[in-house]
């Protein structure tokens, strides 16, 4: 498989130090895709989940060392910390490695569009006003994804391929979480659509998206924990989502050439 170059990638809510991050999977998407410019849209290295329990094995050395290689190479690198990293969030454009910090950004895409990117949480009222609520339910979420870890481990064992995600599943079973993602949405767009921009790219809530809520555009980088996903911009401007699956489960997947 070649790799994609692109003129933008925005990946988010990796959660490198948790059992959370697809490590495997991370790794797999940066090998197989460059791009002029790189936006990690916070939650990067989850200081929560490292301050529970000191968690970093070898693959996560490897995608820092693997992020810092391109900066090296010359892809401009914009990080956005989040709640989970927002002690950097006191680095305000200072430069590390290559890697520029910054509370926020506007992009703009090749036909002109200008796009606000944060991480999202400023805009999510429990995360924003009950800290303690948002890391409790962190708790219970960090158990759903313990078992979908497990989960993906003996799928892996049996020969199924595909990035299933027992929390998301469970996500979209439950009314409440359904609307919050819908009221986080909404909130969102209300609180930019009036400013001198065209949309917003965040993360925070897991959920990937692209689409327009009141002509102005809503897009969420989803995760490398549950879904796997990033948005690119392509040479062309185009911007798209992808769900990403690892090189050799694509080859698994493939069918044989008939004879």
Not at 93 to 114: A, E, M, P, Q, W
Not at 158 to 182: E, H, M, P, T
């Amino acid at each position: 498989m070649n790799t994609h170059l692109y003129r933008t990638i925005w990946i988010s809510d990796l959660h490198i130090g948790s059992t959370q991050c697809q490590a495997d999977t991370l790794l797999d998407f940066l090998k197989h895709n460059d791009s002029e410019k790189l936006y990690l849209v916070g939650d990067i290295i989850d200081f929560w989940s490292l301050s529970k329990k000191m968690y970093w094995p070898q693959d996560h050395n490897t995608i820092i060392q693997k992020i810092l290689r391109k900066a090296r190479h010359g892809t401009q690198i914009i990080y956005i910390p989040g709640n989970h990293d927002e002690n950097i969030r006191d680095y305000d454009n200072y430069v590390f490695g290559g890697i520029v910090v910054k509370k926020s950004d506007v992009h703009t895409t090749l036909s002109g569009k200008r796009l606000l990117i944060v991480h999202g949480d400023e805009y999510d009222t429990i995360a924003k006003h009950h800290k303690w609520m948002a890391k409790l339910g962190s708790v219970g979420y960090d158990f759903l994804i313990e078992l979908n870890r497990i989960l993906r481990i003996t799928r892996q064992i049996f020969g199924i391929r595909s990035n299933f995600s027992l929390a998301a599943f469970i996500k979209f079973k439950v009314k409440n979480v359904v609307q919050f993602i819908s009221d986080y949405e909404v909130s969102i767009v209300n609180s930019l659509k009036h400013g001198n921009l065209d949309g917003v790219i965040c993360g925070h809530i897991h959920h990937a998206e692209i689409k327009e809520i009141d002509s102005f555009q809503y897009i969420n980088t989803g995760d490398f924990v549950e879904s796997c996903t990033a948005i690119v911009e392509h040479q062309d401007g185009r911007l798209e989502l992808i769900n990403w699956v690892k090189q050799e489960a694509r080859e698994i997947a493939r069918p044989a050439p008939a004879h």
